[in-house]
Nanobody, 125 residues
Framework: QVQLVESGGGVVQAGDSLRLPCAASGRSFTPLAMAWFRQAPGSERESVAAISFMGANTYFPDSVKGRFTISRDNDKKTMVLQMNSAKPVATAIYYC??????????????????WGQGIQVTVSS
C-alpha cells in the first residue's frame, strides 16, 4: 500500500522558519515527481513547491519564490519543504503529493495522484 505521511507542522511566528518532511512508503513504489500544496479555509488548494524525480528541477509559485526550498532523498523516499520568512497568509493545511507517471516538477495538482492526509501550519502575526 502506497502512503505519504507529512510531519513538522505546527504554530510559528511570522518571520520564522519551518521544515515540513514528507515520507513515502510502499515496498515496490518509487515516487516520481513530488510536490507540496496548501489549502486555507475557504480557499482552493494551491501549489507551494514541486521537485522533479531526480531533484534537478524545481517549481515555486511567485508567492513563495525566494523564501521556500524543496529537496528530496530518493534512497529514503523523503521530501522536505523548508519554509523561511513565514507569513500569516501561509496558514493552511499542507499536503504532500507524488505522481505515478509524471517525472517533471509541476504546479498543477492534476499531475499528482497520491496525496497525504495533510498537516496544519499556522503562522501567527
Amino acid at each position: 500500500q502506497v502512503q505519504l505521511v507529512e510531519s513538522g507542522g505546527g504554530v510559528v511566528q511570522a518571520g520564522d522558519s519551518l521544515r515540513l518532511p514528507c515520507a513515502a512508503s510502499g515496498r515496490s513504489f518509487t515516487p516520481l515527481a513530488m510536490a507540496w500544496f496548501r489549502q486555507a479555509p475557504g480557499s482552493e488548494r494551491e501549489s507551494v513547491a514541486a521537485i522533479s524525480f531526480m531533484g534537478a528541477n524545481t517549481y515555486f509559485p511567485d508567492s513563495v519564490k525566494g523564501r521556500f526550498t524543496i529537496s528530496r532523498d530518493n534512497d529514503k523516499k523523503t521530501m522536505v519543504l523548508q519554509m523561511n520568512s513565514a507569513k500569516p497568509v501561509a496558514t493552511a493545511i499542507y499536503y504532500c503529493a507524488t505522481a505515478r507517471t509524471t517525472i517533471s516538477a509541476r504546479g498543477d495538482s492534476r499531475s499528482y495522484d497520491i496525496w497525504g492526509q495533510g498537516i496544519q501550519v499556522t503562522v501567527s502575526s
